[in-house]
């Protein structure tokens, strides 16, 4: 009874959500693309802060993890977990570097096109440079304060891993504001982020984690 309960609650809520978006116009969503990818274009580098919600199906709470990412275009990427544990892993020269409280563990993914694909990915995501139609099925909504364009993979390789990529970009910005990324379970991960600098020097020895 309480699963049935909950579920009735969180399909109010989806519907409550679904009911307050509205499909763009097609002037709307030329002007949104062009928007953003005038500004995607110039990013050189980006760097945030962010809070991460994982929620999976079997537990009752989000598990919630804050930290700093770092973007340096084309391919170079860190995520820096601080809380509730150290926790860091960063993305260059085709390579993952894992660092887990000072115990490090890297990964070659130069001849692994998987791997390639998700780093890419979500490169895109952070940037907002993921308009490609050849890669996902695309479609655009607006609500009162946000523009949002939902993204499904055409990819096998990446389907079987992300069901349903949702990007947001708040009014006003044309950079993700926060991401979603649906699980072929309907698991998912939302990543809210904050204090945006774009184009700031960064540290390069810091991706080599």
């Not at 978006?21 to 002007?31: N, P, R, V, W």
């Not at 260059?92 to 409280?101: E, W």
Request: glycine share 4%; no cysteine; charged share 25%.
């Amino acid at each position: 009874m309480r699963k049935l309960i909950f579920t009735a609650l969180l399909l109010g809520t989806a519907l409550t959500g679904f009911s307050q978006e509205k499909a763009m116009t097609s002037d709307e969503k030329s002007t949104f693309k062009k928007e953003v990818v005038s500004t995607t274009k110039d990013i050189k580098t980006l760097s945030t802060d962010f809070v991460q919600y994982k929620n999976m199906s079997f537990m009752s709470k989000e598990i919630e993890s804050k930290g700093q990412m770092q973007l340096s275009i084309p391919n170079k990427l860190l995520w820096k977990y601080t809380s509730p544990f150290a926790y860091s892993i960063a993305f260059a020269d085709n390579k993952i570097t894992i660092n887990d409280q000072g115990k490090k563990n890297k990964i070659d993914i130069g001849n692994n096109k998987k791997f390639a694909k998700i780093n890419t990915l979500i490169v895109g995501s952070i940037s907002g440079n993921m308009f490609d139609e050849k890669e996902f099925t695309i479609t655009y909504f607006k609500n009162k304060n946000r523009r949002i364009a939902k993204l499904v993979p055409l990819s096998k390789e990446i389907a079987q891993y992300i069901s349903e990529i949702v990007l947001y970009f708040d009014e006003g910005q044309n950079t993700v504001s926060e991401v979603k990324l649906i699980e072929p379970s309907a698991d998912y991960t939302r990543i809210v982020f904050s204090n945006k600098k774009i184009n700031s020097k960064l540290d390069e020895k810091a991706f080599t984690n």
